[in-house]
């Protein structure tokens, strides 16, 4: 495999998006130079059946890395995903079977295909680290953690907070990055790329090759799409693009998106040039209305991980529904078994359960024809013809 080393290509792979290399960006440059075939990868947790776009985010770069010939391994977290990772966790994951895992990733390449190239004469390989971790008995494992002390692993953000808050730490919790530590020994890697708030359990691999089989492996640490205050994107916020997203939802989920996440969302979840979104960066210092260049960018996103003409479908129809208060011409109708809304909303897939749809009404977030339910009249019923909307984005029309 011959390996590409323009100098242009491998400054942007060092700098765009990036948060830190270990041990230097120096080291990596060198490496990547040098027209050495590397070994890398980013492990992902089967703990959802969906990837979203915080994964595609260390996806972009590992592309980075294959369209320069390097050796890129996809890691399914089949094992460590049965634990859950704790980072940024205030409390102990719900732990998952295997059968759960192995369900929840069955459409992983999938999704992970409009990213990465799974083809070609270097395409990216699939592993799973259940192969070597389950195959590890006891005294593999005192081993393995004779080369950690329990200083260091508490160092843990997370871990610390729980304990000043008089919470619990699991002790398969505390393993975790000793396990994901050891995936970097298993494959034999020259370096692992990953989002910023894995840097502690990245480091943890770093350190024990270096310990087991004197290898220097570098880290790259991705930025975290979150705005200047640190508020992220997620679930509780209802705008976690998931890869399996339609693009009226992707759209939608982006317009929704702080100001202070447009510039890095640029950078993070595009394929625009540094000097293209930089322009957009001056234009709103220049007082251009955010919102504006906001549509550009949930354009650019839609375009990246689904097509231009779907981006442009989903743009039209935001501006005609949202932009200008219009509900749109196309509704899909639904005949509930029941009339109440909490029932509507939950039949009609606008919310995924009854539970939602009667948390949503009481945080203002559904409508009858315009007119907002009121907190806990869950009861309230429709008729046919009535339009529920939830939010700005899901409409249904009751036959």
């Not at 947790?45 to 050796?71: S, V």
């Not at 890691?75 to 895992?101: C, E, H, N, W, Y």
């Not at 209802?238 to 890095?264: H, P, Q, R, Y």
């Not at 540094?274 to 650019?300: C, H, M, Q, T, W």
């Amino acid at each position: 495999m011959k390996i590409n080393t323009d100098p242009e290509k491998i400054n942007e792979l060092l700098t765009r998006g990036v948060e830190n290399i270990f041990p230097t960006k120096e080291f990596l440059e060198k490496e990547l130079k040098s027209g050495r075939r590397l070994t890398l990868y980013t492990g992902y947790d089967p703990t959802a059946p969906t990837l979203h776009i915080g994964h595609a985010i260390t996806m972009m770069k590992l592309r980075q890395f294959q369209d320069l010939g390097h050796k890129v391994i996809m890691l399914i977290g089949d094992f460590t995903g049965m634990i859950g990772d704790p980072t940024d966790k205030s409390s102990a994951r719900q732990q998952l079977t295997r059968k759960q895992v192995l369900e929840n990733c069955k459409s992983y390449k999938k999704q992970a295909s409009v990213i990465l190239n799974f083809g070609g004469k270097n395409p990216v390989e699939i592993k799973f680290n259940g192969k070597w971790l389950s195959k590890i008995n006891m005294e593999d494992m005192l081993e393995l953690t004779s080369h950690f002390t329990v200083p260091r692993l508490l160092e843990r953000d997370m871990f610390q907070e729980r304990i000043k808050e008089g919470k619990t730490v699991f002790l398969h919790e505390f393993l975790y990055p000793v396990m994901q530590a050891y995936d970097s020994v298993a494959m034999d890697v020259d370096g692992e790329v990953g989002g910023n708030d894995q840097t502690f359990n990245m480091l943890a691999g770093r350190d024990l090759i270096k310990e087991l089989k004197n290898k220097e492996k570098f880290v790259l640490t991705t930025k975290l799409l979150a705005d200047a205050n640190g508020k992220k994107m997620g679930k509780s916020e209802g705008n976690m693009i998931a890869l399996s997203d339609n693009a009226e939802d992707m759209f939608g989920k982006v317009m929704s998106w702080t100001d202070g996440m447009i510039m890095v969302g640029f950078e993070l979840c595009t394929k625009i040039s540094v000097e293209e979104f930089k322009k957009y960066e001056a234009e709103i210092k220049s007082g251009a209305n955010p919102r504006d260049i906001k549509l550009i960018l949930a354009f650019e996103i839609v375009k990246t991980f689904l097509s231009v003409k779907e981006a442009e479908k989903a743009r039209t129809r935001f501006i005609s529904t949202f932009s200008k208060k219009e509900t749109p011409c196309e509704i899909s109708e639904i005949e509930p078994s029941v009339y109440d809304i909490a029932t509507v909303l939950a039949e009609s897939k606008i919310c995924k359960s009854k539970s939602e749809a009667r948390q949503v009404i009481d945080q203002g977030g559904v409508k009858i024809n315009d007119m907002k339910v009121e907190a806990k009249k869950y009861d309230q019923t429709v008729k046919s013809g009535d339009v529920i909307q939830k939010g700005s984005r899901w409409f249904a029309k009751i036959k």
